[in-house]
């Protein structure tokens, strides 16, 4: 069992479960069933995960069982889940505790299930990570290949439709919304992914195909179909997509500001 010294993400969210018990006590049971009969944060992660993921072909217990051991063995899997509900907490204006991304956000889950798929990848059981994979697409309707490589601090806002590819990279604090595709050209093999760099923010519906690179503090438009390396800190719109500006901030995945000024670019 994992016992960290201190825990403010996770005494949080136990504060917010119990206040929410007393104001609403139909969802009693539920908030003592995921966070308030559990100790740590691994342990509510691990029994979350397992309930939405299990099937007929792994039931909840083992799939609790394989989830601790993945939490256990490597620590940054909880870290980088507590960077991801900090970063929901202070991007998304609909989130408004720390327990929402925990107890409802899909996009939350989806990504700690992908580490979780992501650590089986890398210690060579490819074929439970797969599985995994693809219980997660069933699931959430999100769909990571277990070998993509991302960081921490990520939003995945609503979080539908989305498919990140086998060689892709996804480095700390970006924010993506619904649909968005990190995906292949065609029947490359090999590295054939996008790399997004830290701080990119990419709107709805977008669509990033090879292996090119988003540079950090980027911002893709929404609907954007992009075939080309997008230079740092600059915003990228349309079909196929080019660069019309500069985003107001460094890191637009912080301040999620989506508007950009038509025929002047952003920002200028």
Not at 155 to 176: C, K, Q, R, Y
Request: net charge negative; charged share 25%.
């Amino acid at each position: 069992m994992i016992v960290p010294t201190a825990d403010p993400i996770w005494e949080a969210i136990r504060n917010e479960a119990a206040e929410e018990t007393r104001k609403e006590p139909l969802l009693a049971n539920f908030l003592y069933g995921v966070v308030l009969n559990h100790k740590t944060f691994e342990d509510a992660l691990s029994f979350i995960l397992a309930t939405k993921l299990e099937s007929t072909t792994i039931h909840a217990v083992a799939l609790r069982d394989l989830i601790d051991e993945a939490l256990v063995n490597d620590p940054e899997i909880g870290a980088a889940a507590r960077a991801d509900i900090e970063a929901v907490r202070e991007r998304d204006p609909a989130c408004r505790t720390y327990s929402n991304p925990l107890l409802f956000f899909k996009g939350f889950h989806a990504i700690q299930s992908y580490r979780i798929a992501h650590y089986y990848w890398r210690t060579g059981r490819e074929s439970l990570a797969l599985f995994l994979q693809g219980r997660i697409s069933q699931v959430l309707a999100v769909d990571i290949h277990p070998a993509a490589r991302i960081g921490r601090g990520i939003l995945m806002d609503h979080a539908t439709g989305v498919v990140i590819g086998e060689t892709a990279v996804v480095e700390d604090n970006v924010s993506m919304l619904h649909e968005v595709t990190l995906g292949g050209t065609g029947k490359e093999t090999g590295d054939r992914h996008p790399k997004v760099r830290k701080g990119v923010l990419i709107a709805a519906g977008a669509t990033i195909l090879g292996n090119i690179e988003i540079g950090e503090g980027a911002k893709i438009g929404a609907g954007s179909v992009v075939l080309d390396d997008v230079p740092p800190h600059t915003t990228a719109v349309g079909v196929p997509a080019r660069v019309v500006g500069r985003p107001k901030s460094e890191q637009p995945a912080l301040d999620m500001d989506h508007y950009i000024f038509a025929g002047f670019g952003d920002g200028i």
